[in-house]
C-alpha cells in the first residue's frame, strides 16, 4: 500500500499513451522492467532515424545527418542515460521528432492531418510536448495556405495574382 500523498511523496499521473502501449506488450511478452523498456529502445531507434532525416534533410548533407544522430548517441551519459527507462520521455520525442519531420518533409494537407495525429499522441503522452504545438501550427498553416493558393503572392497566370486572404493576417 502507499502513503498518502504529501510534500515529499506525491504521485505524478501521465496520460494514457505509454501505459497503453506498455499493457499491450505485457499481454505479448508478459509483466517484466525489460518489456516496458522496449517501447523506449524502440523510440530510441526512431529518434536517431528521425534525427538523421531532419538534419541530411535541411542541410543537403547526409553527414551532418550522421553527427546529429551521432551527438545523441553521444549524449547518452552526460543526459541521464535515460534513453533505455521505462519512461514516458523517449517515446514524446520521438513523436515530436517525427511530426517535425513530416512538417518539413511535405507540403500537403495529408501530412498537416499526420503532424495534428503525431502531435496529438506526443500530449497524450506527455504533456509537456504541447509547448511545441505553436511551431507545428505555424509550419503547417503555411502548407495549408500553399495548398489554398492564399499564401504568398503568387502568379498563376499573367494577368491573375492571388493576394493574402484576410482570415489569415
Known amino acids: 500500500f502507499f502513503p498518502a500523498p504529501n510534500a515529499v511523496l506525491m504521485a505524478s499521473v501521465y496520460p494514457p499513451i505509454y501505459p497503453i502501449l506498455v499493457a499491450g506488450l505485457f499481454n505479448v511478452f508478459g509483466p517484466s522492467y525489460f518489456t516496458a523498456r522496449i517501447v523506449s529502445l524502440?523510440?530510441?531507434f526512431v529518434i536517431i532515424g528521425a534525427l538523421y532525416l531532419l538534419?541530411?534533410?535541411t542541410n543537403d548533407s547526409k553527414y551532418w545527418g550522421v553527427v546529429a544522430a551521432g551527438l545523441f548517441l553521444?549524449?547518452?551519459r552526460f543526459t541521464g542515460a535515460w534513453y533505455d527507462l521505462a519512461r514516458v520521455d523517449t517515446?514524446?520525442?520521438?513523436?515530436?521528432?517525427?511530426?517535425a519531420y513530416l512538417a518539413l518533409r511535405k507540403g500537403t494537407l495529408r501530412s498537416a492531418g499526420g503532424?495534428?495525429?503525431?502531435?496529438?499522441c506526443a500530449v497524450l503522452t506527455k504533456?509537456?510536448?504541447?509547448?511545441?504545438?505553436?511551431?507545428?501550427?505555424?509550419?503547417?498553416?503555411r502548407c495549408c495556405?500553399?495548398?489554398?493558393g492564399?499564401?504568398?503572392?503568387?502568379?498563376?497566370?499573367?494577368?491573375?495574382?492571388?493576394k493574402k486572404h484576410p482570415i489569415f493576417d
Open 91 to 99: 517515446l514524446a520525442l520521438a513523436l515530436v521528432l517525427l511530426a
Open 115 to 120: 503532424v495534428g495525429a503525431l502531435i496529438f
Open 55 to 57: 538534419v541530411a534533410r
Open 150 to 162: 492564399l499564401g504568398r503572392l503568387e502568379h498563376s497566370s499573367p494577368k491573375t495574382k492571388w
Open 42 to 44: 524502440v523510440s530510441t
Open 74 to 76: 553521444a549524449a547518452f
Open 127 to 141: 504533456q509537456t510536448t504541447g509547448l511545441f504545438i505553436p511551431a507545428f501550427i505555424v509550419e503547417c498553416r
Open 145 to 148: 495556405l500553399r495548398h489554398f
